[in-house]
């Protein structure tokens, strides 16, 4: 794992986090020597993606045990970072069913956390490369990849996976707006690694899919209701219908951390609404007039319905959802030995 690129560094009691909102410009990594430290990184997206936010939060708790602060109050200050990524709620509710809650133990499920994140994401690497064509653009939004994980990724993961299995897969990238996590983050991985890349604003995909440019569409996920209902950055639902207009196949990629089956469809799911000033400005830029009214949600719901398939590290889900996922789920606690 040493050379899986990672957006987490844990040393001497001290997490660092690469700061993804200076990239791809400056590699900047942020100290965090606090839970209260790692909650702001979270809220301020110094770092995000649902597997990285959980794995953070699990670090954010063994910080907390470290420097002998109040554990639930820490969780609690966690929770409150995030509304919609449920890896999140996950990591921080496995870490408080540590027992005994000592430093060392919490220091443990925390480096178990992340390093189980990083082998599910070759795991849904290996199942799901298999159900990308041997040639084609594949179409992706947002940023699914090491950067979004513990590391490797999970929709990039995929795509990774492919082109070491010798498939001619390139990669066509949403732009992603507000925060272009698609143009920033998504190009800045997969030109490192020497797969071709062409960036996209995002009004742009019904014309290269209506042309026939694109073979299929793969995103990643922060909540994946029961009923295989898909939460995921916003624009992600517009993506989806596209590719149904145009039959073309539209993946999901995400651990099994990422499934609620709690949660019975997308209607229930919270949809976190950020401060409207990152929709008028961009980098500190106006980019419309201050006094304009503007939304942002942060996050769509994507109907099962519109979903060709979801790549989990325990295999591939298909409709119906609601058999599958808890299948997958099953099977994941009974390899863990829990009932």
């Known amino acids: 794992?040493?050379?899986?690129?990672?957006?987490?560094?844990?040393?001497?009691?001290?997490?660092?986090?690469?700061?993804?909102?200076?990239?791809?410009?400056?590699?900047?990594w942020i100290r965090c020597e606090?839970?209260?430290?790692?909650?702001?990184?979270?809220?301020?997206?110094?770092v995000r993606g649902a597997p990285a936010i959980g794995c953070a939060a699990a670090f954010g708790l063994a910080l907390a045990?470290?420097?002998?602060?109040?554990?639930?109050?820490?969780?609690?200050?966690?929770?409150?970072?995030?509304?919609t990524a449920v890896n999140l709620f996950w990591a921080i509710e496995r870490m408080l069913g540590v027992r005994p809650r000592s430093a060392e133990a919490l220091e443990r499920e925390a480096l178990a956390i992340w390093?189980?994140?990083?082998?599910?994401?070759?795991?849904?690497?290996?199942?799901?490369?298999?159900?990308?064509?041997?040639?084609g653009t594949v179409l992706t939004h947002c940023n699914a990849g090491a950067l979004a994980t513990g590391g490797y990724g999970t929709a990039l993961g995929v795509i990774r996976t492919a082109r070491e299995m010798g498939k001619q897969i390139q990669v066509?990238?949403?732009?992603?707006?507000?925060?272009?996590?698609?143009?920033?983050?998504?190009?800045?991985?997969?030109?490192?690694?020497?797969?071709?890349?062409?960036?996209?604003?995002?009004?742009?995909?019904?014309?290269?899919?209506?042309r026939g440019d694109i073979v299929a569409a793969i995103v990643?996920?922060?909540?994946?209701?029961?009923?295989?209902?898909?939460?995921?950055?916003?624009?992600?639902?517009?993506v989806a219908v596209l590719c149904r207009t145009h039959q073309v196949p539209f993946l999901v990629a995400a651990p099994l951390s990422t499934v609620d089956l709690a949660t019975p469809s997308g209607d229930q799911i919270p949809i976190e609404e950020r401060d409207p000033a990152e929709v008028r400005s961009f980098c500190g830029i106006a980019v419309a007039p201050p006094d304009v009214e503007a939304r942002?949600?942060?996050?769509?719901?994507?109907?099962?319905?519109?979903?060709?398939?979801?790549?989990?590290?325990?295999?591939?889900?298909?409709?119906?959802?609601?058999?599958?996922?808890?299948?997958?789920?099953?099977?994941a606690r009974r390899a863990a030995g829990k009932p």
Not at 122 to 134: C, K, M, N
Not at 220 to 238: F, H, L, M, Q, S
């Open 172 to 210: 066509m990238a949403d732009e992603t707006r507000p925060f272009l996590q698609g143009a920033r983050l998504t190009t800045w991985e997969l030109l490192r690694d020497g797969i071709p890349t062409t960036l996209i604003a995002d009004g742009m995909a019904g014309y290269f899919l209506k």
């Open 34 to 46: 606090r839970a209260a430290d790692v909650a702001g990184a979270i809220r301020s997206m110094v």
């Open 296 to 331: 942002h949600p942060a996050f769509d719901v994507t109907p099962a319905g519109y979903v060709t398939a979801i790549i989990t590290e325990k295999g591939v889900a298909r409709p119906p959802y609601e058999d599958s996922l808890p299948a997958l789920a099953g099977e």
């Open 115 to 135: 390093h189980a994140d990083i082998e599910a994401c070759l795991a849904i690497g290996r199942h799901g490369a298999p159900l990308l064509p041997d040639r």
């Open 65 to 83: 045990a470290l420097r002998g602060e109040d554990i639930e109050g820490a969780a609690a200050g966690l929770r409150a970072t995030r509304p």
């Open 1 to 28: 794992m040493a050379d899986i690129l990672s957006p987490l560094r844990w040393q001497s009691g001290v997490l660092s986090l690469l700061d993804q909102r200076r990239l791809p410009a400056q590699e900047i």
């Open 220 to 238: 990643g996920a922060d909540r994946i209701a029961r009923n295989g209902d898909v939460a995921n950055k916003i624009g992600t639902y517009p």
